[in-house]
């Protein structure tokens, strides 16, 4: 069997590139045949909120990408699709997580459909994004109306996508663990290489800051007068896709500078443990959500998590065996931080992630897409 992975991959950076190279190395694991269909333009610069789309970090060499498509130039459509009829995959996984991508992906699954019997198979991060815009429906209907079937991480996306198809035909596939950032560090170690105090405790916010992830809610909490007596500091770790000014002004009008370690720039894949490992706890006090890597690459690390009850997130999280499920509010958040350390649950949630995490393995996730794929042919 034989398939192809449509979407960013290395040099381009971020969860979704990290996900389809993992992908694709459980993919040629199992024995199905896989490579990856990559950008050579992602997004215009002017579109991109970050520093730079590309990752500084060494080729891999464990799958295959070709660099093809420019999202905005019509002619690399048609020349991946090309590409695609010319690889003769069983069937192809376009990964689709944004209306802007709906002109590009939509257009390269129809020319690949044209005149082959090669399936379309969409991962979909999101239906509808945490942002709206108002051409999101007409760009995402465009899409969804391209595909035979549809892999989905959370149960909510799925709503979302009857809105456009009564009756989709999709398979829901727990987003699997982030097993490709290396080892567990001991406490010790990662404080040494993040060069920070021992005599602390921390809590981590990891990756992109947007409106929508809650940073704010979680700095709140930090001026809590309960947590302001506690030996804790907030480790926040990612690129600010806004204006950075709107956290700073919080972390000033809540005087907790004292409390609060600011790396508001990417974290490279070879720094991610440090964070991990130096952790207590990861908190999520995201306002909207579907799934969450943060939660899969805290699994590997067997690391606690708070997270929100939005999206798919308390499917993930089982609520006081791993971590906590709260409301998106700063009290709730507070509320859970003091009784995770009055109570001292960081070894027992520990050990429960270290069972709970087996039912996310990517073998599970590739025999699901495959399975999907029978039901297409048969």
Same mark, same amino acid.
């Given at each position: 069997?034989?398939?192809?992975?449509?979407?960013?991959?290395?040099?381009?950076?971020?969860?979704?590139?990290?996900?389809?190279?993992?992908?694709?190395?459980?993919?040629?694991?199992?024995?199905?045949?896989?490579?990856?269909?990559?950008?050579?333009?992602?997004?215009?610069?002017?579109?991109?909120?970050?520093?730079?789309?590309?990752?500084?970090?060494?080729?891999? +060499?464990?799958? #295959? %990408?070709?660099? $093809?498509?420019?999202? /905005?130039? &019509?002619?690399?459509?048609?020349?991946?699709? @090309?590409?695609?009829?010319?690889?003769?995959?069983?069937?192809?996984?376009?990964?689709?997580?944004?209306?802007?991508?709906?002109?590009?992906?939509?257009?390269?699954?129809?020319?690949?459909?044209?005149? +082959?019997?090669? #399936? %379309?198979?969409? $991962?979909?991060?999101? /239906?509808? &994004?945490?942002?709206?815009?108002?051409?999101? @429906?007409?760009?995402?209907?465009?899409?969804?109306?391209?595909?035979?079937?549809?892999?989905?991480?959370?149960?909510?996306?799925?709503?979302?996508?009857?809105?456009?198809?009564?009756?989709?035909?999709?398979?829901?596939?727990?987003?699997?663990?982030?097993?490709?950032?290396?080892?567990?560090?001991?406490?010790?170690?990662?404080?040494?290489?993040?060069?920070?105090?021992?005599?602390?405790?921390?809590?981590?916010?990891?990756?992109?800051?947007?409106?929508?992830?809650?940073?704010?809610?979680?700095?709140?909490?930090?001026?809590?007068?309960?947590?302001?007596?506690?030996?804790?500091?907030?480790?926040?770790?990612?690129?600010?896709?806004?204006?950075?000014?709107?956290?700073?002004?919080?972390?000033?009008?809540?005087?907790?500078?004292?409390?609060?370690?600011?790396?508001?720039?990417?974290?490279?894949?070879?720094?991610?443990?440090?964070?991990?490992?130096?952790?207590?706890?990861?908190?999520?006090?995201?306002?909207?959500?579907?799934?969450?890597?943060?939660?899969?690459?805290?699994?590997?690390?067997?690391?606690?998590?708070?997270?929100?009850?939005?999206?798919?997130?308390?499917?993930?999280?089982?609520?006081?065996?791993?971590?906590?499920?709260?409301?998106?509010?700063?009290?709730?958040?507070?509320?859970?931080?003091?009784?995770?350390?009055?109570?001292?649950?960081?070894?027992?949630?520990?050990?429960?992630?270290?069972?709970?995490?087996?039912?996310?393995?990517?073998?599970?996730?590739?025999?699901?897409?495959?399975?999907?794929?029978?039901?297409?042919?048969?």
């Amino acid at each position: 069997m034989k398939n192809f992975i449509v979407g960013p991959a290395h040099p381009l950076r971020g969860g979704i590139a990290n996900f389809n190279e993992a992908l694709c190395i459980a993919f040629n694991k199992a024995g199905v045949q896989s490579r990856i269909i990559s950008f050579t333009l992602q997004y215009p610069d002017f579109l991109f909120p970050g520093k730079t789309q590309f990752d500084r970090g060494s080729k891999p +060499t464990e799958f #295959k %990408v070709e660099e $093809l498509i420019n999202s /905005v130039n &019509p002619l690399t459509w048609i020349k991946t699709a @090309r590409r695609i009829k010319e690889g003769n995959p069983d069937y192809i996984i376009i990964r689709y997580w944004l209306p802007f991508m709906a002109p590009c992906l939509g257009s390269i699954a129809r020319l690949v459909k044209r005149g +082959t019997k090669i #399936k %379309v198979i969409a $991962l979909a991060d999101n /239906v509808l &994004p945490h942002e709206k815009h108002f051409a999101d @429906r007409v760009l995402t209907r465009y899409f969804v109306k391209s595909c035979d079937a549809f892999v989905v991480m959370s149960k909510s996306v799925v709503e979302d996508l009857k809105q456009f198809l009564p009756n989709p035909k999709f398979a829901f596939l727990p987003h699997p663990i982030y097993d490709t950032f290396g080892e567990k560090h001991t406490r010790e170690e990662s404080l040494q290489q993040l060069n920070l105090r021992q005599s602390y405790r921390y809590i981590l916010f990891f990756g992109f800051i947007r409106k929508y992830k809650g940073l704010d809610l979680l700095l709140h909490a930090m001026s809590d007068k309960r947590i302001r007596e506690m030996n804790l500091k907030l480790l926040v770790a990612g690129e600010c896709y806004e204006d950075m000014t709107f956290y700073t002004n919080i972390i000033k009008e809540h005087e907790v500078e004292g409390q609060v370690i600011l790396k508001a720039d990417y974290i490279p894949a070879s720094e991610v443990k440090n964070y991990f490992g130096a952790a207590d706890l990861v908190v999520q006090p995201y306002r909207s959500a579907t799934q969450s890597g943060v939660t899969q690459i805290a699994y590997h690390f067997e690391r606690p998590m708070l997270v929100t009850d939005v999206g798919g997130l308390a499917e993930i999280v089982p609520h006081l065996k791993v971590g906590y499920v709260v409301q998106p509010d700063s009290k709730a958040i507070a509320d859970a931080i003091v009784h995770f350390y009055t109570h001292n649950l960081g070894p027992e949630f520990s050990a429960n992630i270290a069972v709970e995490k087996k039912r996310f393995l990517w073998s599970t996730f590739v025999e699901g897409v495959n399975d999907l794929f029978q039901e297409l042919v048969s």
